[in-house]
Every structure is written in C-alpha cells, then in structure tokens.
C-alpha cells in the first residue's frame, strides 16, 4: 500500500513539471478526475475478488485481492515510464 501513496504524491508535481504552463489546469484536472476514478474502480474491483476468492474471511481471497491491487500500480507505474521516454526520445530526435 506504501506503493500506492508514493505515486499519487508524485503524480501532481510531475504532471507540474512535464505540461507546458498553458495546458497544467486540464492535466491537473483530468489526473485529478482518474486518479479518484481508479480509486473508486479499485475498491469495486477488490470487493468482486474478495467475493470471488472465498469472502473476507479468507486469506487467501486477501492474498488475491493485495495482488490485483499491486498489479494496477504496477501497471500505472510501467506506463507512465514508457511515456516518459518516449517523451525523451522526442526531446532527442528534435
């Protein structure tokens, strides 16, 4: 879960710093918007894990349900490593 705080409080000042100062409103706006849109999807998505894998009396439903969650961090992570290099070897090629 640590994971998952450290990358919403770097998402803001990153988006700050990336954007051209005319487009940091709609970005903000927008990374606000998605980050509390997964935060809802998330808690849906564990609860239907939960449900599926045994109920929360389960620990291995919990075990499953800590897995989706990373693997949605994970992905985020990734993804937004991948457009920042691409960012960069635009930066280069011009």
């Not at 005319?22 to 706006?29: E, F, H, I, K, P």
């Not at 998505?45 to 800590?66: D, F, K, N, P």
């Not at 990734?78 to 960012?87: I, Q, T, V, Y």
Request: proline letters at 3%.
């Amino acid at each position: 879960m640590c994971t998952i705080f450290s990358d919403a409080g770097a998402l803001t000042p990153a988006a700050i710093v990336c954007v051209p100062p005319d487009d940091r409103g709609a970005v903000l706006a927008l990374q606000a918007a998605a980050s509390n849109g997964a935060a809802f999807v998330s808690v849906i998505v564990c609860g239907v894990v939960l449900h599926a894998a045994g109920g929360v009396g389960s620990e291995t439903a919990w075990r499953y349900a800590i897995i989706v969650l990373i693997t949605g961090s994970a992905i985020t992570t990734f993804a937004m490593l991948a457009l920042n290099r691409r960012k960069q070897e635009r930066r280069l090629s011009v």
